[in-house]
């Protein structure tokens, strides 16, 4: 532009702007960011862009769902439950299914993207747990990300609790007999929370203002907080040549990062609208409205919750009587471990650092091999997880699987102790293995499957030696002393 020229309107708008908001300054700080480029980096992307279409579907359901237990006799589309007498939360849901345009398509959209919410979730966060980018300076961030996880289950739980079907009364129910069994307060917890005797009429409203502003709120504000401090710390990156604890290798913030990221957006949107599209989920029709006096075979609660369920499946029915009041033992312990479960993993980057004493800052990210006692802690994490979800759904697996319940409730309880032992022992052992074999391969290089005579008459395979690229990724580590002590000393 020469001097002359006067600044056309888009220029006049962002000199405007920048006058205010100081965005040049701001863009010009962050927009070049480096992203280092690794698959895993976009499981936190797609607990952001499930989150965003949460958000988005759940405002729509927002535009017809009712949130009262009021009864209302149902005339609707759905001719199997003409006549029906049910809560207006109920009627709503059926409403929106069969004759809101979308509302089927939407109400599956929403309840598809909260189960992928939560699995990017776990994913995202195991995939931090096993590379230790939680340590030094990222241990509040973890735990911002640690509060999302804790908050994600209670907003599926409030939200799948909603539409007030016999399945979701169901789960409602188990949330009051985990109340109850609380001592001394047990009682007032449950008459305060439904609001009277369960299930009272205003549990759905209450749910309804945490589910749709409360949590959220919080959530959106954690997001934004986990976000500044992933740009304010920079990215963790994998050892490589070139890549130290001081810089970030990849691609810049603008324009290759967010076009990957736009495109990203819809892929995943993309997927979870097909997946919504195609594959039922919910059926509340099926189940009917929720009524206290009946329960339905095959209740599982959403996935995620399914541990905490499997923890109440398999534990004996104890009860022990103290000064004139019972001790729901049964209960009581499962609901005391299910938080236990999920606290250890909140403050494992505390106890990690206690442990080891490592408080260094760490900005380059661990291969999980070369930590054979973290890695083999989160094995055994994910396999409690995974056999108490068994647990959870014992009634399935044992029709499925034509087994009695009785044997699929006691290998749970068995595997609940057993299987940790062995799951630590295993991975540790592979991690060292893989380990061993990393070292094979730097000392002697890669066996290229062929064979050489030499002039004295021996076969040999020929080795070929790693570059130097490979030789510094496998190296780049402290090894265990373990492994240390059973070199041939010089
Ligand atoms: C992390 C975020 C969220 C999760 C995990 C979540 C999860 C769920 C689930 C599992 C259901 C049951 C759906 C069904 O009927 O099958 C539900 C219902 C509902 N959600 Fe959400 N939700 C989230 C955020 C939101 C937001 C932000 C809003 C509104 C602004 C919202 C509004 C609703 C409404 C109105 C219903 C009842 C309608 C219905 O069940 O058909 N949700 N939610
Ligand atoms: C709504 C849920 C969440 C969203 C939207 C989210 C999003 C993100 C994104 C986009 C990144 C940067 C890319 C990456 O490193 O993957 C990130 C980094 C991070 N997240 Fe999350 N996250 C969520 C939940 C969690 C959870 C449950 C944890 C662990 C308990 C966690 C721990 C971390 C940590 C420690 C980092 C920094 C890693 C680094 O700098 O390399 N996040 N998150």
């Known amino acids: 532009m020469t001097a002359t ?28 960011k480096v992203f280092p480029d690794h698959w895993s980096f976009l499981l936190g992307e797609i607990c952001l862009y499930s989150f965003v279409v949460l958000i988005l579907t759940g405002v729509y359901l927002t535009l017809f769902f009712h949130p009262s237990m009021n009864e209302v006799t149902y005339h609707g589309s759905y001719v199997p439950l003409n006549g029906i007498r049910m809560s207006e939360a109920y009627a709503s849901t059926l409403h929106i299914s069969f004759d809101v345009r979308g509302g089927l398509l939407i109400r599956q959209l929403h309840h598809w993207a909260a189960l992928v919410f939560v699995a990017g979730m776990l994913t995202h966060m195991m995939r931090h747990f096993f590379t230790g980018s939680f340590r030094k300076p990222r241990e509040i961030n973890w735990l911002f990300g640690w509060l999302l996880l804790f908050l994600g289950l209670f907003e599926g739980l ?46 759905v409203a209450r749910f309804y203002s945490l589910h749709i502003l409360l949590i959220p709120g919080i959530m959106a504000a954690l997001v934004v907080a986990h976000l500044i401090l992933v740009v304010y710390h920079k990215h963790t990156q994998f050892a490589g040549p070139g890549r130290t604890e001081r810089n970030v290798i990849g691609t810049p913030f603008m324009p290759v ?27 509340v029709w099926v189940y009917g409205p929720f009524r206290p006096d009946q329960v339905s075979t095959g209740a599982q609660p959403d996935w995620y919750l399914g541990f905490a369920e499997g923890l109440v499946r398999v534990m004996p029915g104890w009860e022990i009587t103290l000064w004139g009041h019972t001790l729901v033992l049964g209960v009581l312990i499962p609901i005391v471990v299910f938080p236990l479960l999920l606290v250890f ?29 973290r890695t083999a802690i989160g094995a055994v994490w994910i396999s409690l997880y995974l056999i108490l979800l068994a647990g959870g759904g014992n009634d399935i697996v044992a029709t499925r699987l034509h087994l009695s319940i009785n044997t699929v409730t006691w290998t749970v309880r068995v595997a609940v102790f057993v299987l940790p032992v062995v799951v630590f022992v295993v991975t540790r052992r592979i991690c060292l293995g893989l380990q061993l074999r990393d070292r094979e391969l730097v000392l002697h290089g890669r066996e290229t499957g062929l064979i050489k005579r030499l002039p004295h008459g021996e076969y040999v395979e020929v080795h070929q030696p790693l570059d130097q690229a490979e030789l510094h990724t496998l190296t780049a580590h402290k090894r265990p002393g373990e492994l240390v002590e059973r070199e041939p000393q010089p």
């Open 257 to 283: 990062y967010l076009a990957k990221a736009g495109g990203f957006f819809f892929l995943v949107f993309g997927a979870l609208t097909m997946i919504a599209a195609v594959a039922t989920i919910n059926p």
């Open 345 to 373: 993993i909140g403050v494992y980057p505390f106890l990690e650092a206690r442990v080891t004493g490592d408080r260094r800052e760490h900005h380059l990210l661990d291969r999980p091999r070369n930590r054979p006692v």
């Open 158 to 203: 409030f939200g799948y609790s909603l539409p007030d079907d016999l399945l979701s009364g169901t789960g409602l129910r188990f949330v009051n007999g985990a109340l109850l069994s609380v001592p001394i307060v047990g009682t007032y917890l449950s008459m305060f929370l439904f609001g009277g005797e369960f299930p009272g009429h205003d549990i």
């Open 5 to 32: 020229q006067t600044p056309g309107r888009g220029e006049r708008v962002a000199d405007w702007l920048d006058g205010r908001l100081g965005i040049h300054s701001l863009g010009r700080k962050y927009l070049r």
